[in-house]
């Protein structure tokens, strides 16, 4: 069993900047993917960054070049650095990694940016 808690959400204004958490309860050194998604308001859940093993790392286009996706094994953590924020950044953001080949879910932290 593993579970999944992020934090670092808010309410932030458009050029703003925040940084997600994401903490495992078991070591992540063997997990060869964690990731983070999104979900706005009426639309499909989707992929924002994801984390490789091997230190590979993949972005949505949408958010290319303004966040970044970073692992720190040693606190069993996944981060989510969001530079540049913008509205239709605007959703709930979920820690997601796969483990005994069934995908685990946290509860996932609101993001809204807006003036």
């Known amino acids: 069993q593993v579970q999944l808690v992020e934090s670092g959400g808010g309410l932030v204004q458009p050029g703003g900047s925040l940084r997600l958490s994401c903490v495992a309860s078991?070591?992540?050194?063997?997990?060869?993917?964690m990731a983070w998604y999104r979900q706005a308001s009426g639309k499909q859940r989707e992929l924002v960054a994801r984390?490789?093993?091997?230190?590979?790392?993949n972005y949505a286009d949408s958010v290319q070049g303004r966040f970044t996706i970073s692992r720190d094994n040693a606190k069993n953590t996944v981060y989510l650095q969001m530079n540049s924020l913008k509205p239709e950044d605007t959703a709930v953001y979920y820690c997601?990694?796969?483990?005994?080949?069934?995908?685990?879910w946290g509860q996932g932290t609101q993001v809204t940016v807006s003036s």
């Open positions: 997601n990694t796969v483990f005994l080949y069934r995908d685990v």
């Open positions: 078991r070591s992540i050194v063997s997990f060869s993917a």
């Open positions: 984390t490789m093993v091997g230190g590979s790392t």
